[in-house]
């Protein structure tokens, strides 16, 4: 039943969702407090440099700390964001990304989310706390 709001949930973000639409964003797992989601790096996505834009990783690890805190059912909303860039990201690379949850309060989570590429380096990583509000989704959200 968790399973199943939680998928219910993300559904409905990602319908509305057009930058995650855009990023090519699909997921693999989500549950409450956890999800992993896919995507492929394209040439629209790069800087200057010939290197995925830093903002591309930072949104794709954005979306993961929406969908695994939204996942409980209560709209939670990004308060804090941190990344660090281990390696670059380059064109046609496979982004596989991992949110995990270190702690929630009533009020408050905090994530820890992971970038991978195809070759199963870590490309970055991903802090980010979030406000849990007292809406809800499918009863308090439109």
Known sequence: MKKE?????????????????WLGIKTELVEEGHCILKMKVREEMV????????????????????????????????????????????????LTCEARELSITNRTATYHIEISNQKNEKVAFFKGTVYRTSKEWFKDVK
């Open 47 to 94: 800087n200057g440099f010939g290197i995925a834009h830093g903002g591309i990783a930072f949104s794709f690890a954005d979306s993961a700390l929406a969908f695994a805190s939204n996942a409980y059912g209560r709209l939670s909303v990004a308060l804090e964001c941190s990344i660090s860039f281990a390696i670059a990201v380059n064109v046609n690379d496979e």
């Open 5 to 21: 709001l939680a998928k219910s949930i993300v559904n409905k973000m990602l319908a509305e969702d057009k930058f995650s639409e």
